[in-house]
T-cell receptor
Framework: SQKIEQNSEALNIQEGKTATLTCNYT??????LQWYRQDPGRGPVFLLL?????KEKRKERLKVTFDTTLKQSLFHITASQPADSATYLC????????????FGSGTQLTVLP | DVKVTQSSRYLVKRTGEKVFLECVQD?????MFWYRQDPGLGLRLIYF???????EKGDIPEGYSVSREKKERFSLILESASTNQTSMYLC????????????FGPGTRLLVL
C-alpha cells in the first residue's frame, strides 16, 4: 500500500524565520502531492498541489518541492507569522483510485512571536 | 463559494446507540468521502461514494455504513456506537475530474460514552 510519512509531529519556529516541513512517501512516485492546512477543530483546507514533473511550486509565502529521487516533498513557509500556526498535512493519491487520497498524520507548526 | 456542511459540530452518544452523521455539499460534486481523524493516525478513509446510491468501502469500514440517496447528501451511520468510535469525523467532496482538491466540512467531534 502507498504510505506517506510526515516525520515531525511538532515544529516550533520563531516569527520571521522560514518553516520547513517534510513529507516522505514509499513505493512509486505519485502523479502529484497535495498540502493542506488544518486549524484546531476544523476540517483541512487545500493549499497547494505539485505534480511529479514539477520541481517546485510557489504561492505567496508558500513553496513546495517534489524530489522523486529522495521520494520527498518539502513545504516551506517564508517570513512565518503566528497566524501560520496550524497542522499541515500532505497527501498523495491512493493506489485504488486517483480520486482517493492517502494523508500523512500531519505536522503541528507553532510560530512563536 | 464552495460549501460542505456537517449536521453537528459536537455529539455525545451512549454505547449501543445508532448514530447518524450527515454531510451536505452545494457544489454538485459527484464524489463524497467520510474520514475519521485520530491523534497520531491521521485521516483514515471509512467509506466513499462516486454517485447516488453508490458506495465503496475505504480502509476502515467495520462498524459503519453509509447512505447516498441524493447527490448532495452523504450520511455516515454507526449502527451500534462503541467507545472506540470516539473520534473526529470529517466529510469531503470532490468533483469528477481527477487531481481536484478535496473540500472538507468542519468536522463532527463524536464522544461515545
Amino acid at each position: 500500500s502507498q504510505k506517506i510519512e510526515q516525520n515531525s509531529e511538532a515544529l516550533n519556529i520563531q516569527e520571521g524565520k522560514t518553516a520547513t516541513l517534510t513529507c516522505n512517501y514509499t513505493n512509486y512516485s505519485p502523479a502529484y502531492l497535495q498540502w493542506y492546512r488544518q486549524d484546531p477543530g476544523r476540517g483541512p483546507v487545500f493549499l497547494l498541489l505539485i505534480r511529479e514533473n514539477e520541481k517546485e511550486k510557489r504561492k505567496e509565502r508558500l513553496k513546495v518541492t517534489f524530489d522523486t529521487t529522495l521520494k520527498q516533498s518539502l513545504f516551506h513557509i517564508t517570513a512565518s507569522q503566528p497566524a501560520d500556526s496550524a497542522t499541515y498535512l500532505c497527501a498523495r493519491p491512493s493506489s485504488g483510485s486517483a480520486r482517493q487520497l492517502t494523508f500523512g498524520s500531519g505536522t503541528q507548526l507553532t510560530v512563536l512571536p | 463559494d464552495v460549501k460542505v456542511t456537517q449536521s453537528s459540530r459536537y455529539l455525545v452518544k451512549r454505547t449501543g446507540e445508532k448514530v447518524f452523521l450527515e454531510c451536505v455539499q452545494d457544489m454538485d460534486h459527484e464524489n463524497m468521502f467520510w474520514y475519521r481523524q485520530d491523534p497520531g493516525l491521521g485521516l483514515r478513509l471509512i467509506y466513499f461514494s462516486y454517485d447516488v446510491k453508490m458506495k465503496e468501502k475505504g480502509d476502515i469500514p467495520e462498524g459503519y455504513s453509509v447512505s447516498r440517496e441524493k447527490k448532495e447528501r452523504f450520511s455516515l451511520i454507526l449502527e451500534s456506537a462503541s467507545t472506540n468510535q470516539t473520534s473526529m469525523y470529517l466529510c469531503a467532496s470532490v468533483p469528477m475530474a481527477i487531481q481536484e482538491t478535496q473540500y472538507f466540512g468542519p468536522g463532527t467531534r463524536l464522544l461515545v460514552l
